[in-house]
C-alpha cells in the first residue's frame, strides 16, 4: 500500500511537473502566437520586417489611394525627423520612392531605430515595402542629416473601402544596445 | 525518497515531536508548516499594512507632506505585491497545509519534504524584496503589475532582485500545489470519492491546477523583463521589434487567473463555514463543483478586460466584455447556494459566521462593480481610477482576507484545543467591518468622480473623501492588532475546545481531538 501510493505520486509528480514545464514554454510561445495573431488581424499596424520583392506587383490603375508619412521620435531620440512629403497618391501596385529627412540636432554620434506602423491595422498587410531604412538601423553622426529613402507599393488586393493609408514612424534611439554588441556589420551596410 | 520515509515512519510509532528550532527548520510535519504559513502571512499582513497606512498618511491631504512620489510608487507596488503573494496566497496554503489532510483521511501531505522546501523558500523570497527598499534608487516603484517599460526601460537598478523574488515565489506556490493536487488525487481515505470531498478541497484542487497552469507563465514574464533589461533582448522594447502591449497580454494572462487563485479558495472556506452555523447542509454541493469549475476555465478568456484602453478591435473589446459577464453566472450560481443554505436554518452568529455572511455581502458589492468595469465603454471611464481600488479591494479585502479571519476563527480551536475569546472576537468583527467600509466604500465615488490611482497627490475636490478614506484606513489597520491579540491569547489557553467545537460541524477534521494530535489518520478513517 505504502509503496505503491508512492510510485503513484511520483507519476502524478511527473506529470504535474510536465505541464509547469509546458506552460513556461507557453509563455514565451506567446511571444511569437502574438505576432501571428497581430499579422492576421492587423493588430498595432505591423508591416512586414523583410523586403518585398520587385517581381509580379499586380496593378490596378483604376483607383487611387492617399498614402499620408508620419515621423516622430521617441522622447529621449534628440532627432529632428520628418517625412519630405507629407501625403501622395499611388494607385494600387504602384511602385513609388518617397524619402525622410533625419537631422542629429545632439552632440553626440547616434544610432536611430524606425519602427513603423500602419492605420488602420487592416491595411497594414497591403503595405508592400520593398525598400526601408526601417529595416536597418541608421547612425547619424552629431550634427549630421540625411535623407532616408522608402521604396513601397499597395498590394492591388487592398480592400474597397481603405482610401487612405497612414504610415507611420518612431524613430528609437538604439545607441546604447548598439555599444553593447561587440560586432554589428548590419548598422554599417547601408 | 525510502529513507525519508522510514524516519517518519520511526516518528508515527512514538508520536515525538522534536522541539526548539530545529523542529520548525526541519519538519514535514503537515500542521508545522501550515501553522509556520499562517504565521508568515500574518506578519506579512502587517508588513503590507503599515505600506497602506504610509499612503494613506500621504493621501490624507492633498499636496506632498510626508513621502516624495519616488517613495510612493514604491509602497504601492510593494504593497501590492506583499498583500498578493506574501498574504493572501500563503494564508490559502496555510490552511490547505493544516485542513486538507485532516478533511481527506490523511496521515500528512503527499510529499512532505517539497513541503517544508516551498515554505521556508518564501522568506527568502521577501527579503529579497523587501531589502531592495533599502537599496540606493530604491526598490521596485512601477506598480505591482510591473508594466513594460516601466519595469525594463525605465526601472531602478534593483529590478533584478524583484525579478528574482517573484520567480522564488513562483516556485514555491508551484510546489505548494503539486503538493495538493497529489495529496488530494492519492492520499484521500478509502470511501472518499471526489464528489464526497469537503467544498474547501474541492475549491483548493481547481485552484493548485490553476496555479500549475499560471505560475509559469509568470516566471516566463519575469525572465522575458530580465533579459529585456540586462541582456539585451526586445520582447517588450518596440526599438527592438518587440511590444510593449505584448506584456500586457501575457502579464494578465497569468493575472486574471491569479485572482481566482486568491478567492477561490474563500469560496471554499465560505462553504464550509455557512452549512456549520446555518445547522442545514450546503446547499446544491454539486453545482458549487461545477461552478467553481467553470470559473476556473473561464478565467483563461478574459484577461484582456484589464486592457481595455490599450486599442483593441471592437471584436475583442466585445468577446471579452461578454466572456467577462459570463462570469457572473456561475458566481451567481455560488451567491445564490450561500443564501440558500442559510434560508430557514437555525442560524447563529458567531465570529466565523459574521465573517463569512460578511464575505458574502461585500465580496456581492465587489463582484457588482467589476460586472460596471467588465462594460467596455463604462470601462473607459473607470480605467485606473479609484473606482477599481474600491472594486478590487472588496474581493481582497472583504473577499479573501474575511474568509481567511473567517478560517483562522472557525478552525483555531480545532488548531489550539482553546476557544478563542468569543467577545473579543466580535468586537474585531465590528472594527473590521465598519472600518473597511469606511475605508473602500468612499473609493468608489471618487473614483467615479475622476481620481486616479497610484498617484500621491490629488485635486482638492477630493480632500473630504480622502481624509475619511485614511481615517477608515487607521482604524482598519488598527482593528487586526485585535485580531492578533485574539490568537495569541487563543494560543496561551482559554476555554477547553470540545472534538467538534461547533454544535453543527461536520467533516473528519471534527471527529479528531482538540488540539488535533501531531499526526492523525495514520490509519485511515472509514467514510461511509
Known amino acids: 500500500m505504502q509503496q505503491s501510493t508512492q510510485a503513484k505520486n511520483s507519476k502524478l509528480v511527473k506529470k504535474l511537473v510536465v505541464i509547469v514545464i509546458g506552460m513556461f514554454g507557453f509563455g514565451f510561445a506567446l511571444v511569437p502566437l ?36 508620419m515621423a516622430i521620435t521617441n522622447k529621449s531620440m534628440p532627432w529632428q525627423f520628418k517625412p519630405v512629403e507629407r501625403r501622395i497618391e499611388v494607385y494600387p501596385g504602384e511602385v513609388k520612392l518617397v524619402n525622410f529627412y533625419a537631422k542629429n540636432e545632439s552632440i553626440n554620434d547616434l544610432v536611430g531605430q524606425a519602427v513603423p506602423s500602419v492605420s488602420p491595422g487592416r491595411g497594414a498587410s497591403y503595405f508592400n515595402k520593398i525598400e526601408c531604412f526601417c529595416f536597418n538601423r541608421q547612425p547619424l553622426k552629431a550634427g549630421a542629416e540625411t535623407l532616408m529613402p522608402l521604396t513601397f507599393y499597395i498590394d492591388a488586393d487592398l480592400p474597397d473601402d481603405i482610401n487612405t493609408l497612414t504610415l507611420s514612424y518612431t524613430m528609437y534611439d538604439v545607441t546604447a544596445s548598439v555599444a553593447g554588441e561587440s560586432s554589428q556589420s548590419s548598422q554599417t551596410g547601408e | 525518497m525510502s529513507y525519508a520515509t522510514d524516519t517518519h515512519d520511526d516518528h508515527d510509532d512514538h508520536d515525538h515531536k522534536p522541539t526548539g528550532i530545529t523542529r520548525w527548520l526541519y519538519t514535514t510535519n503537515h500542521k508545522d508548516i501550515g501553522t509556520m504559513y499562517l504565521w508568515f502571512s500574518f506578519s506579512m499582513f502587517l508588513i503590507g499594512g503599515f505600506m497602506a497606512m504610509i499612503i494613506r498618511a500621504e493621501l490624507y491631504q492633498p499636496g506632498l507632506q510626508i513621502i516624495d512620489p519616488n517613495f510612493f510608487n514604491q509602497m504601492t507596488t510593494v ?16 490552511l490547505a497545509n493544516w485542513l486538507i489532510p485532516m478533511m481527506i483521511g490523511a496521515p500528512d501531505m503527499a510529499l512532505p519534504r517539497m513541503n517544508n522546501w516551498s515554505f521556508w523558500i518564501l522568506p527568502f523570497a521577501f527579503a529579497i524584496l523587501l531589502s531592495s527598499l533599502f537599496m540606493e534608487g530604491g526598490g521596485p516603484n512601477f506598480g505591482w503589475t510591473f508594466y513594460a517599460p516601466l519595469s525594463t526601460t525605465y526601472s531602478n ?25 497529489v495529496t488530494i488525487f492519492n492520499m484521500r481515505a478509502p470511501g472518499m470519492t471526489f464528489m464526497k470531498m469537503p467544498l474547501f478541497v474541492w475549491t483548493w484542487l481547481i485552484t493548485a491546477f490553476l496555479l500549475i497552469a499560471v505560475m509559469p507563465v509568470l516566471a516566463g514574464t519575469v525572465t522575458m523583463m530580465l533579459t529585456d533589461k540586462y541582456f539585451g533582448t526586445a520582447f517588450f522594447d518596440a526599438a527592438g521589434g518587440g511590444d510593449p502591449v505584448m506584456f500586457q497580454h501575457i502579464f494578465w494572462f497569468f493575472g486574471h487567473p491569479e485572482v481566482y487563485i486568491m478567492i477561490l479558495p474563500a469560496f471554499g472556506i465560505v462553504s464550509e463555514i455557512i452549512p456549520t452555523f446555518a445547522r442545514k447542509r450546503l446547499f446544491g454541493y454539486s453545482s458549487m463543483v461545477y461552478a467553481t469549475s467553470s470559473i476556473a476555465l473561464l478565467s483563461f478568456i478574459v484577461w484582456a478586460h484589464h486592457m481595455f484602453t490599450t486599442g483593441m478591435p471592437v471584436a475583442a473589446e466585445l468577446f471579452f466584455m461578454y466572456a467577462t459577464m459570463l462570469i457572473s453566472v456561475p458566481t451567481g450560481v455560488k451567491v445564490f447556494n450561500w443564501v440558500a443554505t442559510m434560508w430557514r436554518g437555525s442560524m447563529t452568529f458567531e465570529t466565523p459566521m459574521l465573517f463569512a455572511v460578511a464575505f458574502v455581502i461585500l465580496f456581492t458589492i465587489g463582484g457588482l462593480s467589476g460586472l460596471m468595469l467588465a462594460i467596455v465603454p463604462a470601462d473607459f471611464q473607470y480605467h485606473d481610477t479609484y473606482f477599481v481600488v474600491a472594486h478590487f479591494h472588496y474581493v481582497l479585502v472583504t473577499g479573501a482576507i474575511f474568509s481567511i479571519m473567517a478560517a483562522a476563527y472557525y478552525w483555531l480551536p480545532k488548531w489550539t484545543g482553546h476557544m478563542y475569546d468569543e467577545k473579543l472576537g466580535k468586537i474585531h468583527f465590528w472594527c473590521s467591518l465598519i472600518s473597511v467600509n469606511v475605508l473602500f466604500f468612499p473609493m468608489h465615488f471618487v473614483g467615479l468622480a475622476g481620481m486616479p490611482r497610484r498617484i500621491p497627490d490629488y485635486a482638492l475636490q477630493f480632500a473630504d473623501f480622502n481624509k475619511v478614506i485614511s481615517i477608515g484606513g487607521f482604524a482598519f489597520g488598527l482593528s487586526q492588532l485585535i485580531f492578533l491579540y485574539v490568537v495569541i491569547k487563543c494560543i496561551r489557553g482559554g476555554e477547553k475546545a470540545t472534538d467538534r467545537v461547533w454544535e453543527g460541524a461536520t467533516g473528519l477534521e471534527w471527529e479528531i481531538p482538540s488540539p488535533a494530535p501531531y499526526h492523525t489518520f495514520t490509519t485511515p478513517p472509514e467514510i461511509k
Do not use: W
Not at chain 2, 498583500?83 to 496555510?94: H, K
Open chain 1, 34 to 69: 502574438y505576432d501571428i495573431l497581430c499579422e492576421v488581424t492587423g493588430l498595432n499596424g505591423k508591416t512586414n520586417t523583410i523586403a518585398a520583392s520587385t517581381e509580379n506587383i499586380r496593378q490596378n490603375k483604376s483607383r487611387t489611394v492617399t498614402v499620408e508619412f
Open chain 2, 79 to 94: 504593497h501590492g505585491l506583499i498583500m498578493v503573494f506574501g498574504a493572501v496566497m500563503p494564508a490559502f496554503v496555510g
Open chain 2, 157 to 181: 537598478d534593483s529590478t533584478a532582485f524583484f525579478i528574482f523574488s517573484v520567480h522564488i515565489m513562483g516556485m514555491s506556490s508551484i510546489m505548494g500545489s503539486i503538493n495538493v493536487i
